[in-house]
């Protein structure tokens, strides 16, 4: 196998397909499946540790106010008038400034965010498709654009179930959305 799996991924019949029909085109590149299926609470987790690392929990009172009070707890912030998930502050500024991460529950983007050339401030970002167990990344190590390469090979085969990929370079992984079964 080229492909393994980090201990406690999450694993899905589509993940399972897609890493399965890819092993091959990752001969010579040995790689680590890094993230598969994940719940609400595992979303917001990995939300927690950003804000955390790029100190926004210091930014934004609600969160320490609200901190475990569940993902979709709301706050009213009277600077703005109006109530929000006690992340969805946080979460926005991580993708300002540049930190990709889909809420754990569908959410507004508070702040600038620009992905694919327009700025996504006032839409609604769906939950990740991590979520619904369509979604898996291989971590890059030192090689992420050879891994990106093999990827896309992979997907113009037509055989791997790959739905789109997409390079995350501040997880230092590529991220892979896979095709629903049925």
Not at 93 to 120: M, Q, T
Not at 137 to 146: A, F, K, P, Q, W
């Amino acid at each position: 196998m080229n492909l393994t799996y980090r201990e406690n991924v999450k694993k899905t019949p589509a993940i399972t397909r897609c890493v399965e029909m890819m092993d091959k085109y990752f001969d010579g590149c040995p790689s680590q499946i890094t993230s598969g299926l994940r719940t609400p609470i595992d979303q917001l987790t990995i939300i927690l540790k950003k804000m955390a690392e790029y100190k926004l929990d210091e930014n934004f009172l609600e969160i320490k106010k609200c901190l475990g009070s569940g993902v979709e707890h709301t706050v009213h912030i009277e600077e703005l008038n109006r109530d929000l998930y006690w992340w969805q502050r946080a979460w926005s500024k991580l993708l300002n400034v540049g930190y990709i991460v889909n809420p754990p529950v569908p959410a507004e983007v508070l702040f600038d965010y620009v992905d694919d050339g327009r700025n996504k401030k006032g839409e609604v970002i769906q939950m990740s498709p991590h979520q619904r167990g369509l979604a898996l990344d291989i971590g890059g190590g030192s090689d992420l654009l050879e891994k990106a390469k093999r990827v896309l090979k992979a997907k113009e085969s037509g055989e791997c179930f790959i739905k789109s990929f997409r390079i995350e370079s501040k997880n230092n992984a590529v991220h892979v959305d896979t095709v629903q079964i049925g």
